[in-house]
């Protein structure tokens, strides 16, 4: 009886061991802000939009020729 008693616990005790045993996972949700940059609405064609950066282009060189004529050294 003892034997049989000694039996079933070793028994028991393998089959409980190799119960799947709960592990606890944590879900971490992180909020981040995105930085987005406004849509800008283009009203203007190609042709204005050259002819910004030309008119840009000019007058950066016209105001070079002016500092460089005002310049008396």
Do not use: H, W, Y
């Amino acid at each position: 009886m003892k034997k049989l008693f000694i039996a079933l616990a070793l028994v028991s005790l393998a089959f409980g061991s190799c119960r799947e045993q709960k592990t606890e996972t944590k879900e971490v949700i992180r909020e981040v802000e995105v930085e987005v940059e406004p849509e800008t609405q283009e009203n203007e064609g190609i042709l204005e939009r050259a002819a910004k950066e030309v008119d840009k282009e000019v007058n950066e060189e016209i105001d070079k020729k002016i500092e460089d004529i005002g310049n008396d050294d």
